[in-house]
């Protein structure tokens, strides 16, 4: 059995499919690990859902930021819709409830302690050991499985608390958990949260770094599998691994074999897509 974690598909199914006849993925034996932003932008999220969803325990996937959008205009939250949006095929489909539902279920983190990897789709605080994040984690999952989950996608929106607090409570927590493990790049020594910035290294204010840059993050020992940042040009960094290569905006789509050592990188190039 092989094991290979997949960075952000975001609708290009097609693209998926080319990367899975390279690593000859065999859906009988092998397991993929997704990273989130498994819709929008690409022309084929409906599908895209529809076949993650068909593999059943041979797939895991961590929830994205495009994901949980989905979810939030499933629910009627219009507030954030883009121009460039792709998701109305879900929300028209005859399969829109068994899908969402399906998507509800998945979770913002994935840890496997024989392999010791750790799955997410964007980045961890400074303050956090994996421990803690996985409390964290497990914390907005039930919140989202559990019977406030509507209340939940119309607060998740925005980007306060910039710091975290072990006091903080509510809507404030449960968002400041959430843009942590679904939208982080940058972030200060501290853990104050810079949500803006969408460029690679280098591009970031005064006063803030990488995520997995700040030497005294407490999940530094752990393996972390990340996308999220298509911007990023970074395969490996110590022991983080940045699985979005930017197959979306012409870049390349990425699998990681991970039931192996050293880990071993595979990728297609992507024609990409024109958003204009």
């Known amino acids: 059995m092989a094991i290979y974690a997949i960075g952000d598909i975001q609708g290009g199914l097609d693209d ?3 990367l899975l006849k390279k690593i000859c993925f065999n859906p009988e034996q092998d397991q993929l690990w997704f990273a989130g932003d498994l819709v929008n932008r690409g022309p084929k999220s409906l599908e ?24 939030a205009l499933a629910e009627g939250d219009k ?8 998701l109305l095929p879900i929300l028209e489909s005859d399969e829109r ?22 799955l997410i789709h964007a980045g961890l605080p400074p303050q956090w050991s994996l421990p803690e994040a996985q409390q964290y984690a497990a914390e907005v999952e039930a919140t989202l499985r559990g019977p406030r989950f509507r209340e939940f996608l119309q607060g998740m929106y925005g980007n306060k608390p910039k710091r975290w607090r072990e006091d903080l409570k509510g809507m404030d927590r449960l968002r400041y958990i959430t843009n942590c493990l679904s939208r982080l790049r940058f972030c200060s020594a501290k853990g104050k949260l810079e949500l803006k910035s969408k460029g690679g290294v280098g591009t970031q204010p005064d006063g803030y770094s990488p995520w997995f840059r700040i030497p005294k993050r407490k999940s530094r020992s752990a393996r972390i599998l990340f996308g999220h940042w298509s911007t990023l040009q970074i395969q490996q960094e110590e022991n983080v691994y940045a699985l979005d290569s930017g197959c979306l905006w012409g870049g390349k789509l990425t699998a990681l074999q991970i039931d192996c050592e050293p880990p071993r990188w595979h990728t297609i190039p992507c024609k990409g897509l024109s958003l204009e």
């Open 79 to 86: 507030r954030y819709t883009h121009k460039f949006d792709t």
């Open 48 to 71: 895209t859902l529809r076949y993650v969803r068909s593999l059943g325990e041979r797939a895991i996937t961590v929830l994205g930021n495009h994901d949980l959008h989905l979810l």
């Open 97 to 118: 409830t068994e899908l969402l539902q399906w998507l509800r279920q998945r979770p913002l983190l994935h840890h496997d302690e024989k392999l010791g990897y750790t």
């Open 16 to 18: 998926l499919h080319r």
